[in-house]
């Protein structure tokens, strides 16, 4: 193969990469996955002393996180032991829970008890 073919291949090569990574990059959002769609909103912030959203509908078996934006720490507990209590959240944690058969789930910070607020479980 002469130096030239070589080039001309290369070049081509390095514009298909090039193409193919502004077409990921534009249209990338459209190929997430549906767990991770589910799983963001999913989500209940707890900040300012309030868990927001107050109330969250989700089917059984989905996740349910819980991220703490307070200075201070929270914790999440069930009022009915329908899921485990989570331990004290510093600021940025976590806490996971995976929705468990149809109903509703009240729950509440044990350090704060006035903050509560309720998961609707649906099939």
């Known amino acids: 193969m002469n130096m030239r073919t070589y080039s001309n291949k290369l070049t081509v090569l390095l514009a298909t ?4 990574n502004l077409w990921v990059a534009v249209f990338g959002d459209g190929m ?20 927001n ?9 989905e996740k349910v996180t ?5 200075e201070e720490p929270h914790t999440v ?4 032991k329908q899921f ?6 510093d600021t940025d ?13 009240s729950y509440f910070c044990s350090v704060h008890p006035k903050m509560t607020g309720t998961i609707v479980v649906e099939k």
Request: a positive charge; zero cysteines; charged letters at 20%.
């Open 17 to 20: 990469l090039i193409i193919l």
């Open 32 to 51: 997430k996955n549906t767990d991770e769609i589910t799983a963001r909103q999913n989500r209940i912030e707890i900040k300012d002393f309030a868990f």
């Open 53 to 61: 959203p107050q109330t969250l509908t989700v089917k059984s078996g």
């Open 66 to 70: 819980w991220i703490n934006r307070d």
């Open 77 to 80: 507990v069930s009022v009915d």
């Open 84 to 89: 485990n209590k989570s331990t004290a959240l």
């Open 93 to 105: 944690q976590t806490f996971t829970i995976t929705a468990g058969a149809p109903g509703t789930y």
